[in-house]
């Protein structure tokens, strides 16, 4: 069974850094997309950032320059970088991937920033 998993979430300081993982287990396929997605409470889900296998990436205009997405070689493995995290960055992080055309999601990992 193919699934999506994410980790590296945690509580951290205002200014703090914290590098998710998301991968993908189960599948002899690699992705053809990886996202990482945050949903705050009461808000609606937002994309955070994105890679494809060729390579380019897109964020969020919330978290550029703070944030970086990357990949491993197998495209199987997501992380992202975060850095200079603020409150409002407090969120529920879900990692979203592309396998033969199939849309996953894991089951989110807690990022919270507090002092």
């Known amino acids: 069974q193919v699934q999506v998993m994410e980790s590296g979430g945690g509580v951290v300081q205002p200014g703090g850094s914290l590098r998710l993982s998301c991968v993908i287990s189960g599948s002899i396929y690699s992705a053809t997309a990886m996202s990482w997605y945050r949903q705050a409470p009461g808000k609606e889900r937002e994309m955070v950032a994105g890679?494809?296998?060729?390579?380019?990436?897109k964020y969020a205009d919330s978290v550029k320059g703070r944030f970086a997405i990357s990949r491993d070689h197998a495209m199987k493995t997501a992380y992202l970088q975060m850095n200079s995290l603020q409150s409002e960055d407090t969120a529920v992080y879900f990692c979203?991937?592309?396998?033969?055309?199939?849309?996953?999601w894991g089951q989110g990992t807690q990022v919270t920033v507090s002092s």
């Open positions: 979203n991937a592309f396998v033969r055309g199939h849309s996953m």
């Open positions: 890679i494809v296998s060729g390579g380019n990436t």
